[in-house]
């Protein structure tokens, strides 16, 4: 059973305390800066590469710690303050002492040479998972920290194969390659080769290990204390080259552990001319997702830095604010990633005002962050085995992008929706949801297409996109697609949009076929939409409507000789069934999400978007004119609906300001379920005017600044 404390909605702090800190160490000031901001939890490096406390093993130790024991001052000024205490051990780094008495400890290279941290570092070496330092000896070292302190949980991070910046993340030492041995029959490859079987098995055998780390670590705890939650630090999808080269799977990792933990911290990273952003709504997405797989309360950790190189200067507020509160807005709680010392000695305090002011709208709030859950009716799909063996060293451009396009429209359109695992295509966790999305759910099972089917034919929906069905689990390509009946389309061929390419810039369209069809609903006066990237040449079945085909491509320059004399190819774009039990199903043979995703052009969104309503038949669990920046979410508690808004119009980030929004409209469905009769604003307790029809009920709300949540009380 876990503690209350961790079944709570909690605002916390992760810090990483550096060597230098140890010198002076407020630890009063710091449990009365975290009360102020709103912290209830803290976690804080206690041992690993910066060890905090007066440890007895041959382990490194800050040498400004002299005799003090910081880990056990902390915890007690955080006791005093109500403030959960969680030590956090980094186990990724071995000091050169130890790695030359224990080599046995390093992860090693095909040569058997030791792989080395980054020279910058000093005398570090990389663990190895399977290693005794992360095995035997880290039970020495949690016994000692776990018999010692009053501690309120305990954060293991580093545990992984994700030490890819020091060479490619993979181990040949004695353990990792009889444990390989024995599972596979097999060696370990020597290097990374997609198109090897061997290499696909050992990927998997990486993620399991990965899982059975996090089932150590889990038991190690219990063993010792078995009321004490353990946390582990991992990433989702959203950073798809640390989670494969990581061999990271959360939602196995969840099954093991009390808290699961996330990283979203980026927002962009600068190296030399190089530059890119992450995506803004990352901590929505890792919210979300998690949500779902996990019963635990799940954690999303946000920097309060801007990240790559610089992590000294704070993230705007007005843009930490609003990135935070999407983790709440989807089921989450925050964690604010604090590097460069404590707050009272921190060299930029501009972003804790920000911090507070969220943190401290949840704790007044608390009651209506409580046992809620997601009240969306739209899964939309994500597929672990698709991210690593069809997006495999370009996920991000094959796979998570395409994933990212849909979240962005369905965003844009206020259409709430939960993001789910290829773990839940089952008939019975389907039947939860009105509509299914998968956005180039390429790699798919027999079972699960089973499910799919069996719930359209139940009534149903599904709207898919490009390769979706057509890879066995193990990324190898199918003739057709496993779902090919259910779209009424075989495969042919993959192709680009362009045509063969022949040093010609050219250009392509999809040509509307039928203007009357449900999907151009709002599109405008125009025959035309842009076509992007590749597509499926299929042929269609005679019981499906073809709305929309590809044009013929043709070149760009110069604009005098810029047409086609074949303007249309036949190749059919999008593809709408309606089966007799009233399920509907659209398939995109194109990329309109990573497109939409990557350029932005709105007729993109609308053909997606148009997608999902007419498969809901028009029947949106809320409808809104609230600009497209603003993010609204809907959650559920007994007889409450709240409905989150989460403002992201700031323009060019990173924000700088937030524009608030005024007399937003919002509607919802009466149903014999829920009939409001109260409707407020958390922020100011303003109660509303709800006007009625037979239908839906309507409430105007004057203002909305940055985040807040309404409540309809049935």
Known sequence: MNPDWLTQRSRGVH???????????????????????????LSFFCAGYITTHQTTLSIRRSPYLGERDLTGDIVNALKKRNIRAVPAMDLSLIPGNAAKEHPDWCSLDRDGNAYRANKDLGDFYIACPLSGYQNEYLALILTEIVQRYDIDGIKFGGGSYGFSSYGNGICYCERCKTAYQQYAGAHIPLEEDWEDPNWGEFQRWRQQRV???????????????????????????GDPGWTIKGSLDIERMAQYIDAVQVEAQTRVRVEEDQYHWDYVYMPAEEANFLDTVSDHQPWVLASYFQAWPWRRNAVPPAEQKVYMAQIYANGGNAILNLSGGPPKVHEDKRGFPAVASLYRFVAENQAYFQNDHSGSEVALLYSQTTMF?????????????AIRGFEQALIEQHIPF?????????LEQLQKYKALILPTAACMSEEGAQAIEQYVTGGGNVVATFETSLF???GKKRANFLLSSLFGAAYVETASVMGEPNGVFKQAYMNIQDKHSPLFRNIGDTQVIPAAYQFC??????????PLTL????????????????????????ITKTY?????????????????????YPDWSRLMVNAVTWCLQDQLVLETNAPSTMMITLREQENRKLIHFVNMNGGRRMFQDIIPAHDIQLAIPLSEQFVPVKAYMLSNQQQLVINSNEHACYVTIPTIKDYDVLVLEG
Do not use: W
């Not at 063996?389 to 992008?401: D, S």
């Not at 040449?537 to 073809?546: D, I």
């Not at 760009?556 to 190819?569: Q, R």
């Open 15 to 41: 810090l990483t305390i550096r060597d230098i800190d140890c010198r002076d160490f407020d630890v009063e000031q710091l449990a009365i800066d975290l009360e102020e901001m709103g912290v209830n939890i």
């Open 211 to 237: 899982v059975d780390r996090s089932k150590f670590l889990y038991d190690l705890v219990k063993s010792l204390r078995t009321d004490l939650p353990v946390m582990c630090n991992s990433v989702a999808f």
């Open 389 to 401: 063996f069809y997006g495999q060293n370009e996920a991000k451009q094959k796979y998570v992008e």
């Open 418 to 426: 939960q993001i789910i695992s290829d773990s839940m295509l089952t």
């Open 472 to 474: 066995d689990l193990n």
């Open 537 to 546: 040449h299929v042929e269609a079945g005679s019981s499906v409507e073809v």
């Open 551 to 574: 044009s013929a491509a043709f070149r760009v320059f110069p604009e005098g000789m810029s047409y086609t004399t074949a303007p249309d190819t036949g190749c059919p774009m999008a």
């Open 580 to 600: 007799a039990s009233g399920g509907r199903v659209v398939y995109f043979t194109g990329q309109p999400d990573i497109a939409f995703f990557r350029a932005g």
